[in-house]
């Protein structure tokens, strides 16, 4: 069984409370590699073969970030840019046929993301789904957090992570 493989981008994940508290779950998760791209690229510089490679041993690949004025964190942003672009043209298009998904925190309330005042939540990750589909991944449903900076209590924010680390395992690779 392939591992599954979350990418974290975060750009202060120390003070995140809900970023943090979903990585402190899936840690608990076996066969979960959990990958800081603010860790392993302080200087934004991507290593796109060892990112390929990386990919390439992986089952299941799942974005996680907080969402920053309706758009992911700017380093996340050129992994995708950068990655995604090179899996179509490495040798076995890495990410052809893998489950994708998406895990998003965010700052505003659900209903700021439940159509009556824009766009709904999928609306919003629209070109991360494109993207899947651009790379023949397989798109996995979203998971979010509403709500995080007003005033979500600690409580909810470790429920949420709880059910967090079930939708990992929910949608690993078999």
């Not at 690949?61 to 050129?78: A, G």
């Amino acid at each position: 069984m392939k591992k599954t493989l979350v990418v974290l981008a975060h750009p202060d994940m120390e003070n995140s409370r809900a970023n943090k508290a979903f990585k402190e779950e899936a840690e608990k998760l076996s066969n979960v590699e959990l990958y800081n791209i603010y860790e392993k690229y302080p200087d934004g510089k991507i290593d796109v073969e060892k990112e390929l490679k990386l990919l390439s041993e992986t089952g299941t690949l799942i974005l996680q970030f907080p969402l920053f004025c309706f758009n992911c964190p700017s380093l996340l942003k050129e992994w995708i840019d950068t990655v995604f672009v090179s899996s179509l043209y490495s040798e076995n298009k890495v990410l052809k046929g893998k489950k994708i998904g998406v895990a998003v925190t965010t700052g505003g309330i659900a209903s700021r993301y439940d159509g009556t005042n824009g766009l709904t939540i999928k609306e919003v990750l629209k070109p991360f789904l494109l993207s899947i589909d651009y790379v023949e991944g397989i798109e996995l449903p979203i998971y979010s957090l509403f709500g995080v900076k007003p005033d979500l209590s600690d409580e909810k924010i470790v429920e949420s992570a709880k059910k967090y680390a079930e939708y990992i395992k929910n949608n690993s690779q078999d």
